[in-house]
């Protein structure tokens, strides 16, 4: 298996702000949230999170940096890697409405004791094909951010005072690196546990698919006439499943402004809908990485809930 340093070029660093706030809070939950949080059995969404005794301790909002070094797979069936390292800043805010938390940017249209609507932002650094020996000749992979609603369900407790919850996001997809141009949907249904400790320890893991029309699996998947070789035939892309995934994610505080945190992530294109793809090289995949979060300042108004 090959491995690749890159470097993000100036349009994909233009991301880094809003990746910085997303991946902040997927990799590395604040340390408030574990000081300020109510105990685990009195939680009401989530553990150490959003629910009314726990988080309206919480400030109302929170600026930091974080750096985060990890080695992942140039794209989903591809037989090399890339690392990257990046430190940027983050931001969370935990207003009623207007919301830049847990993975969420933008407006919380709907909060329940067991469900909550929103909207999502995840987004992805691109690579350059020279770097990658099966797409050698073709289009980059630019950096892909998506954008759509999200529901949540609170499923109830699990063991150990942790807590199931069930996700489903419909994304439209948008290349940063290209206008964003427009690269299709993807729906992603999610089943996530998570649980906090009493000694500052919070991980969760979970399993996922992404699925996606036309449009997204080409962009992965697709080998136009142009492009194809002797041994990379053209290739038509299929809608359906992209990939599955299993996800690791552990962090701890270190004290009340430091937190380190871990993640893993393990994919499969196995019976995905293009895995006859001359561009898929390996079913399996994986992405891990490391970090550290430190809170610059926080407000004294704490969210409300």
Known sequence: MQQQTLTPSPKSLALAVALATIASISFGQSAEAQLYSAPPEKHGYGVGTASTQGSAQLPLWEVGVFGTGLMQQA?????????????????????????????????????????????????????????IEARNGMPDLGTLVEFGPRVKWNLGSGPGNGRWRAELALRGVFDLTDSLKDKGI???????????????????????????????????????????????????????????????????????????????????????????SPLVRQDMGSTVGFGLLYTLARSDARATD
Do not use: C, H
Request: no cysteine; glycine share 10%.
């Open 75 to 131: 794209y989903p069936g591809s037989s090399q890697q890339v690392n990257r390292a990046l430190v940027l800043p983050f931001f969370i805010y935990r207003g009623q409405y207007l919301r830049a938390d847990r993975g969420s940017v933008g407006v919380r249209a709907i909060k329940t004791d067991t469900m909550e609507v929103d909207v999502g932002v995840s987004g992805a650094f691109g690579s350059s094909s020279n770097d």
């Open 186 to 276: 993807s729906l992603e249904p999610e089943l996530i546990f998570e649980r906090s400790t009493g000694n500052g320890i919070r991980y969760s893991t979970s399993f996922g698919l992404v699925l996606g029309d036309e449009r997204l699996a080409d962009t992965f998947y697709g080998v136009a006439p142009a492009y194809a070789t002797a041994s990379r035939p053209a290739y038509k892309a299929q809608s359906g499943l992209i990939m599955s995934r299993l996800s690791l994610n552990l962090s701890q505080s270190l004290t009340p402004n430091l937190r380190i945190f871990g993640f893993a992530r393990l994919t499969s294109v196995g019976g995905a809908a293009n895995s006859a």
